[in-house]
């Protein structure tokens, strides 16, 4: 990260937050999956929620983007409820890349990052030049523009993905939230991934992730928020957040934490019954 590029939050200032829960339980039918949560997004920052699995991580993302509306409590973007606002208006704010989304068959790159402009449009307000040129902005950013007439179809996971984040940024927003953008894809293609999301930060963007990868997440985030049951377990930097303590805590596993020697970032060394070489428990950390 460049020095030009830190934001206000990273050098402590007290930035009010674009995008918040307040009180939220939310849940499914009967099943309560968040009791009562609140957190509150930093802007300027890449923030990952991570957690064990059905913790309501997903869950969390969804009802900031208001696609799950909460049986109590509030969320709040950029100072309003969010539950009273009109969809156009949200989506003008706030785009969302929900996890593993499906085309149209035979729909084009560049008709499916396109689609991310109807917010803008009305009977009023019809296609123009302005929007031409921020979809051709969009594919430019995300290395896709070379593919605009190809069919998403026939792309490659990795692709796909960064032709969705494109049809994301062309809504115009700053604030992006991705559910698992790295999901089906090998690790190449998730660096790849998520070397875009970092560019898009550098760039202004407040983003918000679901990861399951560990160590992807704290290499990637400025902001960890870790979930457990449905609540907030602990949240902050990864370098104040990762400990062994904690990994036992929310995942109930045995691991060492050591620096990462290329990322300065907390580093994750799971410990299984086999194939440890040394005694972890004495080991200098």
Same mark, same amino acid.
């Given at each position: 990260?460049?020095?030009?590029?830190?934001?206000?939050?990273?050098?402590?200032? =007290?930035?009010?937050?674009?995008?918040?829960?307040?009180?939220?339980? *939310?849940?499914?039918?009967?099943?309560?999956? &968040?009791?009562?949560?609140?957190?509150? &997004?930093?802007?300027?920052?890449?923030?990952?929620? &991570?957690?064990?699995?059905?913790?309501?991580?997903?869950?969390? @993302?969804?009802?900031?983007?208001?696609?799950?509306? !909460?049986?109590?409590?509030?969320?709040?973007?950029?100072?309003?409820?969010?539950?009273?606002?009109?969809?156009?208006?949200?989506?003008?704010?706030?785009? @969302?890349?929900?996890?593993?989304?499906?085309? !149209?068959? +035979?729909?084009?790159?560049?008709?499916?990052?396109?689609?991310?402009?109807?917010?803008?449009?009305? $009977?009023?307000?019809? $296609?123009?030049?302005?929007?031409?040129?921020?979809? %051709?902005?969009?594919?430019?950013?995300?290395? *896709?523009?070379?593919?605009?007439?190809?069919?998403?179809?026939?792309?490659?996971? +990795?692709?796909?993905?960064?032709? $969705?984040?494109?049809?994301?940024?062309?809504?115009?927003?700053?604030?992006?939230?991705?559910?698992? !953008?790295?999901?089906?894809?090998?690790?190449?293609?998730?660096?790849?991934?998520? =070397?875009? *999301?970092?560019?898009?930060? %550098?760039?202004?963007?407040?983003?918000?992730? *679901?990861?399951?990868?560990?160590?992807?997440?704290?290499?990637?985030? =400025?902001?960890?928020?870790?979930?457990?049951?449905?609540?907030?377990?602990?949240?902050?930097?990864?370098?104040?957040?990762?400990?062994?303590?904690?990994? =036992?805590?929310?995942?109930?596993?045995?691991?060492?934490?050591?620096?990462? !020697?290329?990322?300065?970032?907390?580093?994750?060394?799971? &410990?299984?019954?086999? #194939?440890?070489?040394?005694? $972890?428990? #004495?080991?200098?950390?």
């Amino acid at each position: 990260m460049s020095v030009q590029s830190v934001t206000a939050a990273e050098r402590g200032v =007290d930035v009010p937050s674009r995008l918040a829960a307040e009180g939220v339980t *939310v849940g499914y039918g009967a099943r309560t999956v &968040i009791d009562d949560l609140d957190v509150a &997004i930093p802007p300027g920052l890449i923030t990952t929620i &991570i957690g064990p699995n059905g913790c309501g991580k997903s869950t969390l @993302l969804r009802t900031l983007s208001r696609l799950l509306k !909460p049986n109590k409590g509030t969320v709040v973007l950029d100072g309003e409820d969010i539950a009273g606002l009109r969809t156009r208006d949200v989506a003008k704010k706030l785009g @969302l890349l929900p996890q593993a989304p499906v085309a !149209p068959e +035979g729909l084009t790159v560049s008709d499916l990052v396109a689609r991310g402009r109807h917010p803008h449009q009305s $009977w009023l307000r019809q $296609w123009s030049s302005d929007d031409a040129a921020v979809v %051709e902005r969009a594919l430019a950013m995300t290395g *896709v523009s070379d593919l605009a007439d190809r069919p998403v179809d026939a792309l490659s996971g +990795g692709q796909r993905q960064r032709v $969705w984040i494109s049809m994301t940024l062309a809504q115009g927003t700053d604030l992006l939230l991705l559910d698992e !953008p790295t999901t089906y894809l090998d690790l190449a293609h998730a660096i790849d991934v998520l =070397d875009l *999301v970092d560019d898009l930060h %550098e760039s202004g963007c407040t983003v918000v992730m *679901v990861l399951h990868d560990l160590n992807l997440a704290t290499r990637y985030s =400025d902001h960890l928020v870790v979930m457990r049951q449905g609540a907030v377990l602990a949240q902050g930097h990864p370098r104040d957040v990762i400990t062994a303590e904690l990994l =036992d805590e929310a995942f109930g596993l045995r691991a060492r934490v050591i620096e990462d !020697p290329v990322g300065r970032r907390p580093l994750i060394v799971p &410990i299984g019954r086999t #194939h440890a070489q040394l005694d $972890w428990n #004495h080991a200098e950390l």
